[in-house]
């Protein structure tokens, strides 16, 4: 696991060196912190399996604090994911969630914040799931490491190639509309990884309570990237 807690303190130091992952500035004041554990009474009460249902609450929850732009979820303990049968895994389902969402209008351009490279990329076209995904590599310090970005429009994964050199500040992509995007409400979920193993197009985005410790490790805390300050109480080396 050394390497793996390593990355964490290599891209802290490189905090300098990247770009914006989205185009709306996550520090404004339009943005807010968004709560989707089983304290939120708003979705308790709503039809979570109805996307344009899932889609209103989203929005009222966004207008109640004069938002447009929501974010968080980093190792948020959810419940919303009992909407798809895709994250039940045998006695324990999975409900962490292991990357930063940012809930903002379909069409919002994606950028690579960092020098990269394609990975991989696919459709991962169930309900719930990430819909258009891609997956870039970068390296810092001699360090390999990838950033997931989920929920896109299906529009980026024309042409793509893998091995594709990308740019810093590249736009790769756009937030998804319903229901190409796996069927959510638009966001983005943004994941850094330490380590693929032999997963092409995809990666755990949700893991079980028990497994929190391997996964904190296995993928950093993405806003060591983002530098959102109303993440930031939450930005821990880990």
Known sequence: MKNLKNLSAILSRHSHAFGPVVAP???AANVC???FTSNNTLLQNTDLRDTTAFNAALEKM???????VGIGGYLENRFIYRRSSHFDVSAESRNLHLGVDIWAAAGTEVYSPLDASVHSFQDNDNFGDYGPTIILQHELEGTTFYTLYGHLNREALHGLQQGQLIAKGQKIAEIGPYPENGNWPPHLHF??????????GDFPGVATSADRETYAQL????NLILQCRYLSSACKTL
């Open 25 to 27: 500035d996550l520090n």
């Open 33 to 35: 912190l968004l709560d």
């Open 62 to 68: 966004l207008a109640q604090k004069r938002a447009t």
């Open 191 to 200: 994941q850094v990884i330490a380590d693929m193993g032999d997963k092409y």
């Open 219 to 222: 993928c950093p805390n993405p």
